[in-house]
């Protein structure tokens, strides 16, 4: 599957650069998985994070890098640390061991076959949780398709109704389209929202919209 990586066409930028070879295309990626941290989040949303806190891992790098973003020492500066497949399964495992709701990866595009091979390991080793899918939505159809029977609870931002605003804040073209397709697919993968007795999210999908201080909305 890493294969793929010799003709990035992970997301809709379709770079097609070599990242197996060290090319590195929009999102800045290299073939290995990057990671600025794993945390206990309380405040996502209160059906993710629950009692018991959701399970983050923030991944470096992004494939929007859109002007206003609030980690861009993470998304754009690509601050964080390289680490193989074996140990982002192990992570998936040690968030479980703190007793979180589920496992959330954040900005997991860039690297979403090794997340892959990562989820697929870590529930051999014994990971029992569900999986969430934080994403900006700007995502291919084929990729989000992969996902398929892997990912449990998808949250995705729509950032944008406007496509002119998408190209004037993350330069990206035909955002709502792209988006919207890619949103309808998550649905029909996880279908009917399904809570615990806790109320807390254990399959469905919560669809974000951005709020923007005026200045950005002209
Ligand atoms: S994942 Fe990165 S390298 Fe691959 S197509 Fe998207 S922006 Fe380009």
Redesign the pocket.
Known sequence: MLEELKC????P???K?N?LEGEI???K?TDTIKVALYSVHDFEEPCISGNKGSGTVFFSNC?LNCVFCQNYEISQNGRGKEITIKELANIFLKQQGKGVENINLVTP??YVFQIIEAIKLARKNGLILPVVYNTNAYENLDTIKMLDGLVDIYLPDLKYSQNQLGKRYSKVDNYFEIATSAILEMQRQVGKTKLNDDGVMEKGIIVRHLVLPRKYGK
């Open positions: 990035c066409k992970i997301c930028h379709r770079c650069v990242r295309g929009r999102c990626a494939n595009t860039s």
